[in-house]
């Protein structure tokens, strides 16, 4: 999964740049209608828009009396000084700011907000990773890459070693064919961007809008190609985006690209410190939350509880929530010690719901992470995650993290939703079409296609991915836990997904094809989530949770 959360197509991107700056085409490109700001929190009756009708649960529950509820976000930082994010943010009121000591005694010093396990001394972060396939493949070559049947008793090992190598490969070949079709454009972007720049009189650090472009009433060709190149790509990108924002997320994609092909292997050693592949119980990590690619994560904390009615940025989904940042997820693959000790982390200091944004293709120590999974059920926690962007079948071909646990102990735990990504139009487009789905492994739909968040030291910032769809859904589960605080994760998990009505005979267009296929079998619900219905429903529901 891209971890800046969006579907950065490359042949797409690639070819509206370089026909527009070659100047084999000028013709104006063809684009869909954007969708109206949070068009997510929208009402499909009564606007138009399939959200998750935020106006009508708000309503519902007028008058009635929340109870503060902690959601943690495993993700890639936070920008704490965020205008919509700073006043819900988590804070840990039994460490003394600064002091350099662990006060709680919880193995964490100074985790005021959060923590970030990533981190490493003197303020720096391993926030550019390799993908798990390239790490696994280097770490077993030197034992298997020249033989053709397994050693004596190393039968599984070297059956793991082949599905390594053969996603390695299908990895590498596919980012060396990105970084060729994606660094001409960056180039062209970098370039264009220049004149554009020139043209609106702007200084060499200033960015601009696609509104700026109107503006420029184009002296020459060059100048003209190079204003038709960014009105493509900002018609790719949607509302709100910027020049500088967009070369940003296309350099980090890049660098990760570049980095499955001539991978850094001794960042993790060189920065953190600590072996990813012995779980030892030793303290790692520490108290920094934003780094260069807080970007995802702070987008994704907003989309649950951004401030309400302040004026700046966009609503939240919940309104009486705190945010617990953890950091572990790099430009790259996280590793699978960093989500269990990240899940242990949050569940140990009271999150009551986790947004997971990220997935990978490989899980070297998935009994460490369904160990993490078992323990936040145990502790009544649940757990929501985005399904993933390859528009795959997660029946067929699952990703990880999932609850399709090692050991054989069962699927579908009571406290895991996955999440896939719907669009904002009820028609054939319904279905994202980057998201994955699945009959079985995909539980829900929620809006994950243009949706608009806040961004560090933005208020906007507009982005597809399931990566949005998940924390939207989490905001969904604070809220119903807010009003209705006895309800267990497993009721809550259960109001969730019979809020997602079932869309039978919905023909929208599946996930990376041009082919119709009901919605309904794209997920178990086959339906997508709805707040106002979520809460009607646990209104109905006898609390099983006690203590409260």
Same mark, same amino acid.
């Given at each position: 999964?891209?971890?800046?959360?969006?579907?950065?197509?490359?042949?797409?991107?690639?070819?509206?740049?370089?026909?527009?700056?070659?100047?084999?085409?000028?013709?104006?490109?063809?684009?869909? &209608?954007?969708?109206?700001?949070?068009?997510?929190?929208?009402?499909?009756?009564?606007?138009?828009?399939?959200?998750?009708?935020?106006?009508?649960?708000?309503?519902?529950?007028?008058?009635?009396?929340?109870?503060?509820?902690?959601? @943690?976000?495993?993700?890639?930082?936070?920008? !704490?000084?965020?205008?919509?994010?700073?006043?819900?943010?988590?804070?840990?009121?039994?460490?003394?700011?600064?002091?350099?000591?662990?006060?709680?005694?919880?193995?964490?010093?100074?985790?005021?907000?959060?923590?970030?396990?990533?981190?490493?001394?003197?303020?720096?972060?391993?926030?550019?990773?390799?993908?798990?396939?390239?790490?696994?493949?280097?770490?077993?070559?030197?034992?298997?890459?020249?033989?053709?049947?397994?050693?004596?008793?190393?039968?599984?090992?070297?059956?793991?070693?082949?599905?390594?190598?053969?996603?390695?490969?299908?990895?590498?070949?596919?980012?060396?064919?990105?970084?060729?079709?994606?660094?001409?454009?960056?180039?062209?972007?970098?370039?264009?961007?220049?004149?554009?720049?020139?043209?609106?009189?702007?200084?060499?650090?200033?960015?601009?809008? @696609?509104?700026?472009?109107?503006?420029?009433?184009?002296?020459?060709?060059?100048?003209?190609?190079?204003?038709?190149?960014?009105?493509?790509?900002?018609?790719?990108?949607?509302?709100? @985006?910027?020049?500088?924002?967009? +070369?940003?997320?296309?350099?980090?994609?890049?660098?990760?690209?570049?980095?499955?092909?001539?991978?850094?292997?001794?960042?993790?050693?060189?920065?953190?410190?600590?072996?990813?592949?012995?779980?030892?119980?030793?303290?790692?990590?520490?108290?920094?939350?934003?780094?260069?690619?807080?970007?995802?994560?702070?987008?994704?904390?907003?989309?649950?509880?951004?401030?309400?009615?302040?004026?700046?940025?966009?609503?939240?989904?919940?309104?009486?929530?705190?945010?617990?940042? +953890?950091?572990?997820?790099?430009?790259?693959?996280?590793?699978?010690?960093? *989500?269990?000790?990240?899940?242990?982390?949050?569940?140990?200091?009271?999150?009551?719901?986790?947004?997971?944004?990220?997935?990978?293709?490989?899980?070297?120590?998935?009994?460490?992470?369904?160990?993490?999974?078992?323990?936040?059920?145990?502790?009544?926690?649940?757990?929501?995650?985005?399904?993933?962007?390859?528009?795959?079948?997660?029946?067929?071909? &699952?990703?990880?993290?999932?609850?399709?646990?090692?050991?054989?102990?069962?699927?579908?735990?009571?406290?895991? *939703?996955?999440?896939? @990504?719907?669009?904002?139009?009820?028609?054939?487009?319904?279905?994202?079409?980057?998201?994955?789905?699945?009959?079985?492994?995909?539980?829900?739909?929620?809006?994950?296609?243009?949706?608009?968040?806040?961004?560090?030291?933005?208020?906007?910032?507009?982005?597809?991915? !399931?990566?949005?769809?998940? &924390?939207?859904?989490?905001?969904?589960?604070?809220?119903?836990?807010?009003?209705?605080?006895?309800?267990?994760?497993?009721?809550?998990?259960?109001?969730?997904?019979?809020?997602?009505? &079932?869309?039978?005979?919905?023909?929208?267009?599946?996930?990376?094809?041009?082919?119709?296929?009901?919605?309904?079998?794209?997920?178990?619900?086959?339906?997508?989530?709805?707040?106002?219905?979520?809460?009607?429903?646990?209104?109905?529901?006898?609390?099983?949770?006690?203590?409260?």
């Amino acid at each position: 999964m891209h971890k800046f959360g969006k579907i950065f197509s490359g042949a797409v991107l690639c070819s509206a740049v370089l026909v527009g700056y070659s100047g084999f085409a000028q013709v104006a490109p063809v684009s869909t &209608p954007e969708p109206p700001k949070a068009w997510h929190l929208m009402d499909l009756k009564t606007d138009g828009y399939f959200g998750i009708s935020a106006k009508q649960a708000y309503l519902f529950v007028a008058g009635k009396k929340s109870k503060q509820v902690v959601v @943690a976000t495993i993700d890639s930082g936070i920008d !704490t000084a965020q205008n919509d994010l700073k006043p819900v943010l988590w804070t840990n009121t039994k460490e003394i700011p600064g002091n350099g000591i662990d006060d709680d005694k919880n193995g964490y010093v100074d985790d005021i907000h959060g923590w970030d396990f990533l981190g490493g001394p003197g303020g720096k972060c391993d926030f550019t990773e390799t993908t798990e396939e390239v790490r696994e493949y280097n770490k077993l070559k030197h034992k298997y890459a020249n033989l053709v049947s397994p050693p004596a008793g190393s039968e599984k090992e070297f059956a793991y070693w082949e599905k390594v190598k053969l996603t390695y490969e299908t990895t590498v070949k596919k980012s060396k064919e990105e970084i060729e079709q994606l660094q001409p454009a960056m180039n062209a972007l970098m370039a264009t961007s220049g004149y554009i720049k020139r043209a609106l009189n702007l200084k060499t650090d200033a960015s601009f809008t @696609a509104k700026d472009l109107i503006r420029i009433k184009a002296s020459n060709d060059t100048l003209n190609q190079s204003k038709y190149v960014w009105q493509s790509v900002f018609d790719q990108e949607g509302g709100g @985006a910027t020049n500088a924002k967009i +070369i940003a997320d296309l350099s980090e994609y890049l660098a990760k690209l570049n980095n499955d092909v001539n991978p850094d292997l001794d960042a993790r050693k060189r920065i953190v410190g600590d072996n990813p592949d012995v779980q030892d119980g030793k303290p790692y990590g520490s108290n920094v939350l934003k780094f260069a690619d807080a970007s995802h994560g702070t987008g994704v904390a907003s989309l649950i509880g951004a401030v309400r009615n302040n004026g700046y940025g966009i609503n939240g989904v919940a309104d009486n929530v705190r945010i617990m940042a +953890i950091k572990a997820v790099p430009n790259g693959d996280e590793y699978d010690k960093d *989500i269990a000790n990240a899940i242990r982390y949050a569940v140990d200091n009271g999150a009551q719901v986790i947004n997971m944004s990220f997935g990978k293709k490989l899980s070297p120590h998935k009994d460490w992470v369904d160990a993490a999974f078992k323990y936040a059920a145990s502790k009544d926690v649940l757990l929501i995650q985005a399904s993933g962007n390859d528009n795959l079948d997660m029946d067929a071909k &699952p990703e990880y993290p999932n609850d399709i646990f090692a050991d054989g102990s069962g699927t579908d735990a009571d406290n895991v *939703i996955s999440v896939g @990504a719907s669009a904002a139009k009820f028609d054939e487009n319904l279905a994202g079409t980057f998201s994955n789905y699945g009959k079985k492994n995909v539980d829900v739909f929620a809006p994950g296609v243009k949706v608009t968040m806040v961004d560090t030291d933005a208020e906007f910032n507009t982005a597809d991915g !399931t990566s949005f769809a998940s &924390p939207i859904t989490a905001g969904i589960a604070a809220l119903v836990l807010e009003y209705y605080p006895t309800l267990s994760a497993k009721q809550v998990k259960q109001v969730i997904l019979e809020s997602a009505t &079932p869309l039978p005979g919905t023909m929208v267009l599946k996930p990376g094809e041009k082919v119709k296929v009901d919605f309904t079998s794209l997920s178990k619900t086959g339906g997508v989530v709805n707040a106002y219905k979520a809460l009607v429903i646990a209104s109905k529901l006898k609390g099983e949770r006690g203590g409260i």
